[in-house]
């Protein structure tokens, strides 16, 4: 299974940017699809959250400013980021809990970092 994440990059404060991870390889069914970011010297934390049934999960500090969405058939989640600040400054990671097969259990997957630069 790979996680596929793109969309980061340098962007002013108040700007938007649309962060987009697929998942690929032998996936049997996805739980569910996030995304979470790493501050500089920090753990990595929750984002936002996205089940196949289409329940959302924000942390507090991003609500209201971003978006996570995500395409079934695709097996891709997106996040649109709007009103960014310098704190939303991180790696974000995308992450996907899923299934290979029908007889495994749940299992984590991580998509390589993309970093969001907000900064004038």
């Known amino acids: 299974v790979q996680l596929q994440a793109s969309g980061g990059g340098l962007v002013q404060p108040g700007g938007s940017l649309r962060l987009s991870c697929a998942a690929s390889?032998?996936?049997?069914?996805?739980?569910?699809m996030g995304w979470y970011r790493q501050h500089p010297g920090k753990q990595r934390e929750l984002v936002a959250t996205?089940?196949?049934?289409?329940?959302?999960n924000y942390v507090d500090s991003v609500k209201g400013r971003f978006t996570i969405s995500g395409d079934n058939a695709k097996n891709t989640v997106y996040l649109q980021m709007n009103s960014l600040k310098p704190e939303d400054t991180a790696v974000y990671y995308c992450?996907?809990?899923?299934?290979?097969?029908?007889?495994?259990?749940?299992?984590?997957?991580w998509g390589q970092g993309t970093l969001v630069t907000v900064s004038s």
């Open positions: 996205l089940t196949s049934g289409s329940i959302t």
């Open positions: 992450n996907a809990v899923l299934k290979r097969h029908w007889y495994e259990s749940w299992g984590h997957y």
């Open positions: 390889g032998s996936i049997f069914s996805i739980n569910n």
